[in-house]
């Protein structure tokens, strides 16, 4: 059984940085894509970064347009989410999810193809 566990969410000021965990458990995955999404009240959930392994080789990719960030532990199985200049529209749940297999890039947005989610991390940015 696989779970992903978030930590590091809470309440900041606009401005401001966090660092959102995510810890993969259960298994090692040779291969895979670990991805970061993000749900406000009333909204879709949105991709906002991911990184997907095949053997020795790996990549990522934001939506944020740098100003977040996001990287991997590959011998914790912990992916990290580095948010900075966080303004109020990040306030959301923000979500772990794992495919046990690497994505093609063009498909690392959409999170139908995830096969496990964490159980969320609430973000709040004040004003």
């Known amino acids: 059984q696989v779970h992903l566990v978030e930590s590091g969410g809470g309440l900041v000021q606009d401005g401001d940085s966090l660092r959102l965990s995510c810890a993969a458990s259960?298994?090692?995955?040779?291969?895979?894509?670990m991805g970061w999404f993000r749900q406000a009240p009333g909204k879709d959930r949105e991709f906002v970064a991911a990184?997907?392994?095949?053997?020795?080789?790996?990549d990522c990719r934001d939506s944020m347009r740098g100003r977040f960030v996001i990287s991997r532990d590959k011998a914790k199985n912990t992916v990290f989410l580095q948010m900075n200049s966080l303004k109020p529209e990040d306030t959301a749940v923000y979500y772990c999810?794992?495919?046990?297999?690497?994505?093609?890039?063009?498909?690392?947005?959409?999170?139908?193809?995830?096969?496990?989610w964490g159980q969320g991390t609430q973000v709040t940015v004040s004003s």
């Open positions: 999810a794992l495919r046990e297999s690497r994505l093609i890039l063009s498909s690392t947005w959409d999170a139908n193809h995830y096969d496990y």
């Open positions: 990184c997907r392994w095949s053997g020795g080789n790996s």
């Open positions: 259960g298994r090692t995955f040779s291969s895979g894509t």
